[in-house]
């Protein structure tokens, strides 16, 4: 079984509870925490994957259409990239990915 991933979140943090639904704008959103998990199989075949390995996540549902997205809950390791160019935008998380592949000879 793949195990989920450790540590290094990819999701976006926790908004609090006043967060606008990004679908139909509407203010308020429940939460709940939901722990890491592993890949999710057919119980009768197993060579079927339902569903990927989640991290750590805060599951938001709107109040008014009830649209849900995951949230990084507030003590969750924030993805490396992104820390290290201080949230500057798309562009910078391209470069520095770029620059730390090309340093290390590419994918692997
Ligand atoms: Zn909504």
Not at 77 to 100: K, S, T
Request: proline letters at 12%; one cysteine or more.
């Amino acid at each position: 079984m793949t195990q989920p991933p450790a540590g290094a979140s990819t999701l976006p943090p926790y908004s609090g509870p006043d967060v606008d639904c990004p679908k139909c704008g509407a203010s308020g959103a429940t939460t709940e925490h939901r722990p890491a998990r592993d890949a999710i199989f057919l119980p009768w075949n197993p060579a079927v994957r339902v569903d990927g390995p989640q991290p750590e996540r805060m599951f938001r549902r709107c109040s008014s259409c009830g649209y849900g997205w995951n949230e990084a809950p507030l003590d969750a390791e924030p993805c490396r990239a992104v820390a290290a160019v201080d949230v500057g935008g798309l562009e910078d998380i391209q470069r520095v990915v770029a620059e730390r592949l090309a340093a290390r000879g590419g994918l692997r």
